[in-house]
């Protein structure tokens, strides 16, 4: 049966091909249009590390003095010297690391590469660890490493194959603002998106070559690099002694009992500053799993989800004017219909033949649409935005395309089909 | 002729016409709000920065590893690329206007102790800054080259509150003054940044935008005496002539190369390229409106004109009775004409309701002012205009009928 309709419905939209053209390219446009920015919305909102997401916490703290105080301020989004470094000893969580950004000037050993900054990680141990990053060769460092100051280094892929051609560069040295530093591990391909653990770089595409101890990175004077918050006199200058939040204090949880724990830590902790006199303010501290961090800091930009809803209005558009014109169109084939009644097809038949018919155009839109989606993600990627390398269509997409195309058009044909088979089988066959 | 027969027409094909007139009012509402979005994106593209742009290059160097003579080498980098032909002046600077990063900025207060800042302000500093940039003072004076600290010098007694050797002046932009003073002369006037360090305001500067966060008040700035060095994240500010930029820009940074060939050049460019990439999302955001715009409306009218060559077809007999019946051709055109005029001013009528309210949705959600009634009547007509249009080419053709038509079985 599905087959004849399906015959029925090809004949009768190559009968009217005007319109037909109209319908799919309506559909495809919308679909098109829409399958861009929900691609890029997809690929921006979604979460870097799904498996272990849920037991990472950013860990908020608020040491500022009184100036400007109100009750309801959120902390700041980083910590100071002094409290990232308590937060570590204290080693209440399951995992911790102390981090900030930094940029280091390379000198390449062979002769041929002029020397470059490199983006940088100056963090303590359990980074590699907590966050699951994968090695192509040798390891993190430990513990001892943070401990001693040790000028050992950690370096991505792509600059290990930038260096050293992407062999073993274990063992070798990597000279770093005219330090030496020596290289016990090269990552496998780890470039979570957004940049979650450290927002103040950039938020997509960023990727740091270098990660070295934090306790090294200050021993060596290395640049910091990222946003320093300070309060009274401090000059936004990134050392231990200012009065200015720099570093990212970073938990690992495994449970929900373990976080309100660690929440009833951190109240306790504030606690204990203000009656140290460290803290002037009332104890405020918020501890946000990954995904409500990116909530949180509004990492989607602003405009990719205007676009979306512009785009989705734009489909709304194409589909109520698809609905038209194929209730203009159902309503001609009125007599058609009357006789197929009259022959004795019933109105479910009707419905179903012409919700095929819509079905048809539907798919073809869809087809079209995908066509369009790329041509669009293709012009994203152009842009010279953080994100626009990110832009592709992935399986999941794809299938959505489809889904919404023949949801779409179906939608569109059901009130018109419905109108057109209520047709009743004697009236239409009396002119002819 | 009447609106009657057409209105009783429309009332037979109730959910075709329903639709067409959906489609208009949302196509209208939709349209309004884009347009909208456009002249907003173009507003902030057409902020001025106050520095004379065409006339202005960048280069930012880096060291590696520390630099114990960097004040010293900065002296003779500013010297020898004043010697080069074709340079104006040239400046050490923190930061520039609509660069994109905020190195610094400062909350400031009118009374020591004050609990609120009273503004948020860009702060700027370096050598030679304002006459370099081509920022002219409104009053007052700019600082002596001798006025200047250092800023190695200056973040020590920052910390330890050592009033001695931290700036005592300030010259503040025109929109800070008025901001601080309405109607009163700033000169004299002393604000407080920090911990209540107190500086006198011996300038009022001409416009100068920060170097972003513009929804802080795009010119918001002041200027503190101080200089710095590359090392601390300063950038060469060279003036020259618009025509002379490339050949500048090039003996400059093989001027920097020979005084010193283990620097990394981490900037180069014209101010003109700095302001480009400034607001290239902006652009592209504006583009993208546009297209959608424009692809609406041409759905929109294909939609229109699909839908009536369709009803054309389908009063075929009618309109060839009525012909029969005496009618002219240009009634029938007219016939057409008034009917999606009718359809339009509904769906145009619904659009605007739906345009405020998704307004009232965009305020709510992405900070938007709201949206200036003209662009209601700009839409109706730019839709009218659309219908009219596309229901031109079948309306001529239903006009084109002959009345034998009648005649004929339907």
């Given at each position: 049966?599905?087959?004849?309709?399906?015959?029925?419905?090809?004949?009768?939209?190559?009968?009217?091909?005007?319109?037909?053209?109209?319908?799919?390219?309506?559909?495809?446009?919308?679909?098109?249009?829409?399958?861009?920015?929900?691609?890029?919305?997809?690929?921006?909102?979604?979460?870097?590390?799904?498996?272990?997401?849920?037991?990472?916490?950013?860990?908020?703290?608020?040491?500022?003095d009184m100036g400007g105080y109100r009750l309801e301020d959120e902390p700041p989004d980083q910590v100071t010297w002094i409290d990232g470094m308590n937060l570590l000893r204290a080693k209440r969580a399951d995992r911790q690391a102390l981090m900030t950004g930094g940029s280091v000037a390379i000198q390449p050993a062979q002769s041929a590469l002029d020397p470059f900054y490199e983006p940088a990680r100056y963090t303590t141990a359990d980074f590699f660890s907590m966050f699951d990053v994968p090695f192509k060769y040798g390891h993190a460092w430990g513990a001892s490493e943070d401990a001693a100051r040790a000028a050992v280094v950690v370096i991505s892929n792509k600059l290990n194959d930038k260096l050293f051609g992407g062999g073993d560069s274990r063992g070798r040295m990597l000279r770093a603002d005219g330090h030496a530093l020596r290289i016990i591990g090269v990552l496998g391909d780890w470039r979570p998106n957004p940049h979650f653990y450290d927002l103040n770089v950039k938020n997509y595409g960023s990727d740091e070559g270098v990660y070295l101890p934090?306790?090294?990175?200050?021993?060596?004077?290395?640049?910091?690099?990222?946003?320093?918050?300070?309060?009274?006199?401090?000059?936004?200058?990134?050392?231990?002694?200012?009065?200015?939040?720099?570093?990212?204090?970073?938990?690992?949880?495994?449970?929900?009992?373990?976080?309100?724990?660690?929440?009833?830590?951190?109240?306790?902790?504030?606690?204990?500053?203000?009656?140290?006199?460290?803290?002037?303010?009332?104890?405020?501290?918020?501890?946000?799993?990954?995904?409500?961090?990116?909530?949180?800091?509004?990492?989607?930009?602003?405009?990719?989800?205007?676009?979306?809803?512009?785009?989705?209005?734009?489909?709304?558009?194409?589909?109520?004017?698809?609905m038209g014109l194929?209730?203009?169109?159902?309503?001609?084939r009125a007599p058609e219909l009357g006789v197929r009644r009259a022959l004795g097809a019933s109105r479910q038949a009707l419905f179903v033949q012409l919700l095929v018919e819509s079905g048809v155009v539907g798919l073809a839109g869809g087809l079209g649409g995908l066509l369009l989606a790329c041509l669009g993600l293709w012009m994203v990627r152009r842009q010279p935005t953080d994100y626009a390398p990110l832009a592709h269509l992935d399986g999941a997409m794809l299938l959505l395309t489809f889904v919404l195309a023949l949801g779409a058009s179906l939608l569109a044909g059901v009130l018109p089909a419905w109108r057109a088979c209520r047709v009743s089988p004697g009236l239409q066959l009396k002119g002819h | 002729m009447g609106i009657r027969p057409i209105l009783s027409t429309l009332l037979r094909h109730k959910i075709t016409a329903a639709l067409l007139i959906l489609q208009i009012a949302l196509t209208c509402a939709i349209v309004c709000n884009a347009v909208f979005l456009i002249h907003q994106r173009l507003q902030r593209m057409d902020i001025p920065s106050g520095i004379a742009e065409h006339d202005l290059l960048q280069i930012q160097l880096a060291y590696i590893g520390d630099r114990p003579d960097a004040y010293a080498q900065a002296q003779t980098d500013l010297a020898t690329l004043r010697q080069i032909a074709g340079v104006q002046a040239v400046a050490l600077a923190n930061q520039l206007p609509l660069s994109g990063y905020a190195m610094s900025n400062s909350g400031i207060k009118l009374r020591p102790h004050q609990q609120h800042e009273s503004l948020q302000v860009a702060s700027y500093y370096g050598q030679n800054l304002l006459s370099t940039l081509g920022v002219r003072l409104v009053s007052g004076r700019d600082f002596q080259s001798e006025e200047l600290l250092d800023l190695k010098a200056v973040m020590p007694a920052l910390h330890s509150s050592d009033l001695k050797h931290l700036p005592h002046n300030v010259i503040v932009s025109q929109a800070v003054a008025a901001h601080l003073w309405p109607g009163q002369d700033a000169l004299g006037k002393t604000i407080y940044v920090g911990n209540d360090i107190p500086l006198q305001v011996i300038g009022v500067s001409a416009p100068l935008a920060r170097p972003d966060a513009l929804q802080l008040g795009a010119q918001y700035s002041i200027v503190y005496p101080i200089r710095l060095t590359s090392t601390e994240g300063g950038s060469y500010v060279i003036r020259t002539a618009a025509g002379d930029r490339e050949r500048v820009l090039a003996s400059a940074l093989a001027a920097l190369k020979q005084l010193d060939p283990?620097?990394?050049?981490?900037?180069?460019?014209?101010?003109?390229?700095?302001?480009?990439?400034?607001?290239?999302?902006?652009?592209?955001?504006?583009?993208?409106?546009?297209?959608?715009?424009?692809?609406?409306?041409?759905?929109?009218?294909?939609?229109?004109?699909?839908?009536?060559?369709?009803?054309?077809?389908?009063?075929?007999?009618?309109?060839?009775?009525?012909?029969?019946?005496?009618?002219?051709?240009?009634?029938?055109?007219?016939?057409?004409?008034?009917?999606?005029?009718?359809?339009?001013?509904?769906?145009?009528?619904?659009?605007?309701?739906?345009?405020?309210?998704?307004?009232?949705?965009?305020?709510?959600?992405?900070?938007?002012?709201?949206?200036?009634?003209?662009?209601?009547?700009?839409?109706?007509?730019?839709?009218?205009?659309?219908?009219?249009?596309?229901?031109?080419?079948?309306?001529?053709?239903?006009?084109?009928?002959?009345?034998?038509?009648?005649?004929?079985?339907?």
């Open positions: 049966m599905f087959g004849y309709y399906l015959d029925m419905a090809l004949r009768s939209l190559r009968r009217n091909r005007a319109l037909t053209a109209l319908m799919v390219v309506a559909i495809a446009m919308g679909i098109g249009a829409s399958m861009t920015t929900l691609t890029v919305l997809h690929v921006l909102s979604g979460d870097p590390l799904p498996r272990i997401s849920s037991t990472l916490y950013a860990a908020q703290l608020d040491p500022r934090l306790s090294t990175s200050q021993d060596l004077h290395l640049a910091h690099l990222g946003s320093a918050g300070c309060w009274g006199n401090g000059g936004a200058d990134a050392t231990p002694v200012a009065p200015c939040v720099w570093l990212q204090f970073w938990v690992q949880l495994y449970t929900p009992a373990r976080a309100n724990a660690y929440r009833q830590f951190l109240i306790h902790y504030s606690q204990e500053q203000k009656a140290l006199g460290r803290f002037p303010r009332p104890p405020n501290v918020r501890l946000r799993n990954l995904m409500q961090w990116l909530d949180y800091q509004h990492v989607v930009p602003g405009d990719i989800q205007l676009q979306t809803w512009l785009a989705l209005g734009f489909l709304l558009v194409c589909l109520v004017n698809t194929m209730l203009a169109k159902f309503l001609r | 283990d620097r990394i050049v981490l900037q180069q460019r014209t101010y003109d390229e700095l302001r480009q990439r400034f607001f290239e999302s902006d652009r592209a955001m504006a583009g993208v409106l546009l297209g959608v715009i424009l692809s609406m409306l041409v759905i929109t009218a294909l939609g229109i004109a699909g839908l009536v060559s369709f009803w054309v077809a389908q009063r075929r007999h009618i309109i060839g009775v009525r012909r029969a019946l005496g009618a002219t051709r240009r009634d029938i055109l007219q016939y057409f004409q008034t009917e999606n005029f009718l359809l339009a001013t509904i769906g145009v009528a619904l659009g605007m309701a739906l345009a405020y309210g998704m307004n009232l949705f965009l305020m709510q959600h992405y900070e938007l002012p709201r949206l200036p009634s003209i662009y209601l009547p700009a839409g109706a007509i730019a839709l009218w205009s659309i219908g009219q249009l596309a229901v031109l080419g079948p309306a001529l053709r239903a006009a084109a009928v002959p009345p034998v038509v009648a005649t004929r079985g339907s």
